[in-house]
């Protein structure tokens, strides 16, 4: 099984090419230490609504260098879609092995149990320029393998997602999502909690070891 430290130790057992038809070569990597810059011009560029889609702490190098320095240190796993040769970061795909209380909560009264170490929370965004081009569609496997290899089975988002978010809800609900409840956030706006069970397929070949 996979785990946070052996990755941040050998990036490579989780970087994969994606099979783009059209535009420049995309690969799909961990986040490193050495990608504070290229992260920064990400969250930089992120148009005021897709800030308001996928909350940052910040969206400046220090923001960067936050998630940089938190590698292999909590229980998170950031990818990154960079696309080659220019290194400009394209996509920002989080990962959260751990559950909060206020989601646990949540999903129990909707009749899930949620478990520690089998679930796990996930939240992507990608460049106002690669969204709504299947990008997100063609991610998604490389995404729940890696969940697979990190020995959990299903993945919840990570703080829902904003009910007017109609391009997100329908990318999550054709790769698999189901909605489970709602629930209003502090600022007063619905979000929606989902839930793709990954059931006990094998993890692919392709994956590797
Ligand atoms: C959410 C996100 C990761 C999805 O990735 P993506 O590559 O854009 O998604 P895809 O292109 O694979 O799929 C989008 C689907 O929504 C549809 N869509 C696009 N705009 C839409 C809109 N305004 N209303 C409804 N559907 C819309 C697309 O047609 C496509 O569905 P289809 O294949 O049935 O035609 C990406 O759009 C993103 O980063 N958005 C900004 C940040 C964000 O919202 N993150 C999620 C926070 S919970």
Known sequence: MLTLGRIAEDPTVLTHRL???????IVLRPLTHGDAEPLSGFLQGLSRESRRFSTFAGHDLAAARELCDAIARYDKLRLVLEETPSGRVVGLLELSLGLTPGDIARYRAAGI???????CRFGPTL??????RGVGTLVLPLVTDAVRRLGRSRIILW?????????????????????????VGPDGALSLDMLLDLGEEPARAAAGP
Do not use: C, I
Request: charged share 20%.
């Open 159 to 183: 703080g829902g997602v904003l009910a007017d978010n109609a391009r997100a809800v329908r990318f999550y609900q054709k790769n698999g999502f189901r909605q489970v409840g709602s629930f």
């Open 113 to 119: 149990g949620l478990v520690e170490g089998a679930d």
């Open 127 to 132: 460049a106002d320029d690669y969204q709504g």
């Open 19 to 25: 099979n783009t038809a059209t535009g420049p070569e």
